[in-house]
T-cell receptor, first 112, second 113 residues
Framework: NAGVTQTPKFQVLKTGQSMTLQCAQD?????MYWYRQDPGMGLRLIYY???????DKGEVPNGYNVSRLNKREFSLRLESAAPSQTSVYFC???????????FGPGTRLTVT | AQSVTQLGSHVSVSEGALVLLRCNYS??????LFWYVQYPNQGLQLLLK??????LVKGINGFEAEFKKSETSFHLTKPSAHMSDAAEYFC???????????FGSGTKLNVKP
């Protein structure tokens, strides 16, 4: 039982490049989330998916897109990376929206 | 409007001393409240949560928190700090439709020998 897995662990992009961050969970959870963590700002919700087939914007969605591919997988795409998107990205999942969330190990992204 | 406020971005205590990490929330509806811990280069792990019922909640590693509605607070305490408690701690709240979690900005706990 791996929990929540994220790939890649580290990534360096040049401004304007695109990439997709992958997330998968094996706990049969309904809800999945993408956060970014920046120093002194805690975690900010980018997008979430309350159930398979649905996605909604969070607090900071600009510059990102998501896909809930199936119940297990929830990907985050940066179409044209900007230095302001340098951050640590965490994926999380929960059984129901009000339940505790389980976090992946994070992806450290640097945009130069 | 800020949903969760954590007072003190850095807290330093001596080993064996009381740990008190403060969290205040803003909510017009009953919230669900959580404390998470993050060790360096890792994801967040749940310490404890308050949903309904008993307002004093016990979590892992000897931590506990008390939900005080009148003070809109959910402070985290531990009677005796251990070196292994050094980490960053986040308070979080979910409310309303519960689809969104709001995290505080975090408090880094340093434990001195």
């Amino acid at each position: 039982n791996a929990g929540v897995t994220q790939t890649p662990k580290f990534q360096v992009l040049k401004t304007g490049q695109s990439m997709t961050l992958q997330c998968a969970q094996d706990m049969n959870h309904n809800s999945m989330y993408w956060y970014r963590q920046d120093p002194g700002m805690g975690l900010r919700l980018i997008y979430y998916s309350a159930s398979e087939g649905t996605t909604d914007k969070g607090e900071v969605p600009n510059g990102y897109n998501v896909s809930r591919l199936n119940k297990r997988e929830f990907s985050l795409r940066l179409e044209s990376a900007a230095p302001s998107q340098t951050s640590v990205y965490f994926c999380a999942s929960s059984d129901r929206a009000r339940d505790e969330q389980y976090f992946g190990p994070g992806t450290r992204l640097t945009v130069t | 409007a800020q949903s969760v406020t954590q007072l003190g971005s850095h807290v330093s205590v001596s080993e064996g001393a009381l740990v008190l990490l403060r969290c205040n929330y803003s909510s017009s509806v009953p919230p669900y409240l959580f404390w998470y811990v993050q060790y360096p280069n890792q994801g967040l792990q749940l310490l404890l949560k308050y949903t309904t019922g008993a307002t004093l909640v016990k979590g892992i590693n000897g931590f506990e928190a008390e939900f005080k509605k009148s003070e809109t607070s959910f402070h985290l305490t531990k009677p005796s700090a251990h070196m292994s408690d050094a980490a960053e701690y986040f308070c979080a709240v979910t409310k309303g439709n519960f689809n969104k979690f709001y995290f505080g900005s975090g408090t880094k706990l340093n434990v001195k020998p």
